[in-house]
């Protein structure tokens, strides 16, 4: 079946210790989304890749980073998590026109910071 | 800035009775749809809207557009134990894409 697909489910990293989180779609879309939901919170966008364009969101911090090597595959890095960053991180994709804007979510990555 | 609000923040229920989830926006949207997250789960679409005025239905759900198309609604008839989740509106204003606050739904067997 086409999905989302979010590895690892349950990350742990250290205050400090860059770590990166991976999506990858077999539904071949062209936007693919990066969202952080906090606890009884709605999603809050990152930033979204249109095919190769990367859009990011005025309020997102500098400590996020993402990359888009292929249709396929976005990741997100944290250069420097901090205890305020333990979070859901949510990669969803949609594709622009036809069903509109609906978008897909991947499962999720739990982020702990210790 | 854009917001996109949403009420009631919590809504507990006895299965069998009625829901109704309100969404606001500051602005006009384009489109508005609907997604439900499970407790532990990821976001899943629902539905989405795009005409002024726009009714559309789904088994128990109906969805509502506002004629400005700055506000929605979401109910539910005879809730189930199945119902509960978080209800998310979401829509773009503008070149921006908004998720609303979110109502949680607790259906009291």
């Known amino acids: 079946d086409a999905m989302v697909i979010q590895n690892p489910r349950y990350q742990v990293t250290q205050f400090g210790k860059p770590v990166t989180l991976s999506c990858s779609q077999t539904?071949?879309?062209?936007?693919m989304y990066w969202y952080q939901q906090k606890s009884s919170q709605a999603p809050k966008l990152l930033f979204h890749y249109y095919d190769k364009d990367f859009n990011n969101e005025a309020d997102t911090p500098d400590n996020f980073q993402s990359r888009r090597p292929n249709t396929s595959f976005c990741f997100l890095d944290i250069r420097s998590p901090g205890l305020g960053d333990a979070a859901m991180y949510l990669c969803?994709?949609?594709?622009?026109?036809?069903?509109?804007?609906?978008?897909?979510f991947g499962p999720g990555t739990r982020l702990l910071v210790l | 800035g854009q917001q996109v609000m949403q009420i009631p923040q919590y809504q507990h229920v006895q299965e069998g009775e009625d829901f109704t989830t309100y969404c606001n926006s500051s602005t006009t949207l384009s489109n508005i749809q609907w997604y439900k997250q499970r407790p532990g789960g990821h976001p899943v679409f629902l539905i989405q809207l795009v005409k002024s005025g726009e009714v559309k239905k789904q088994k128990r759900l109906t969805f509502q557009f506002g004629e400005a198309k700055k506000n929605s609604s979401l109910h539910i008839t005879a809730t189930q134990t199945t119902d509960v989740g978080t209800y998310f509106c979401a829509g773009r204003g503008g070149n921006q894409f908004y998720f609303g606050t979110g109502t949680s739904l607790t259906v009291i067997p």
């Open positions: 539904l071949n879309h062209n936007v």
């Open positions: 969803a994709t949609s594709r622009v026109g036809g069903a509109g804007e609906t978008q897909y």
